[in-house]
Every structure is written in C-alpha cells, then in structure tokens.
C-alpha cells in the first residue's frame, strides 16, 4: 500500500512564502508524475503543479513564476516551494502521486490527506 506524508502547511503574510513537502512509501511501488492539487471552499480541486519522474514540470497559470515544484527520487519526495503568496492561493493543498505496481503497466492513484495554507494579513 502507498502511503503519502504531507507537511508545511499553515498560516503565512501575503507575499510570504511556504513549502509543502510530501513523501511517498511503498516497497512495491515505482513512482511516476507527482504532483501537487488545491480545493478552496465550494471549488473544484484544481491542479497546482505537477512533476514528471525525469523532471519536467508544469504549471497552473495562476502560479507560474512564484511556485516551484521539485522531487527528490531517492527520497520519494515532492516539493512545493510557494513564494509571493496571495489571499486566492488559500486552499488545502493535497499531494498526488501516479504509482504502479512493480511487475505490472497499470497506474493507481494516491492522494496525501490535505495540508491547509492559509494567506492572510
């Protein structure tokens, strides 16, 4: 089973900045795109960022030039550094992770519980 591990949440100024950390475990598990998703209140979760297991990122608009999204392959690990925070960027943020069953070509996917980030003077 693929458990994910969700920290850096909390409470940060406008223009401040914060960084999410997710690991992921599970022994018969390869990793592939993680990623990081957002629900606001009476929204639909939206992707944030996502990552592919060579590197390659992309963006929501909304925050292209202020949040990087990183991995750590030996460590299972997806970050999100958030800089330049604003208000709209309050949500819970939630940790996604594409994993596949060693010895098979099917994906699964995996959610972290949800860390809250909230921006607010």
């Known amino acids: 089973q693929v458990q994910l591990v969700e920290s850096g949440g909390g409470l940060v100024q406008p223009g401040g900045s914060l960084r999410l950390s997710c690991a992921a475990s599970?022994?018969?598990?390869?990793?592939?795109?993680m990623g990081w998703y957002r629900q606001a209140p009476g929204k639909a979760r939206e992707l944030v960022a996502r990552?592919?297991?060579?590197?390659?990122?992309n963006y929501a608009d909304s925050v292209k030039g202020r949040f990087t999204i990183s991995r750590d392959n030996a460590k299972n690990t997806v970050y999100l550094q958030m800089n330049s925070l604003k208000p709209e960027d309050t949500a819970v943020y939630y940790c996604?992770?594409?994993?596949?069953?060693?010895?098979?070509?099917?994906?699964?996917?995996?959610w972290g519980q949800g860390t809250q980030v909230t921006v607010s003077s």
């Open positions: 996604n992770v594409m994993a596949r069953p060693i010895f098979t070509r099917s994906e699964y996917d995996y």
């Open positions: 990552i592919a297991s060579g590197g390659s990122p």
């Open positions: 599970g022994s018969i598990f390869s990793f592939n795109a």
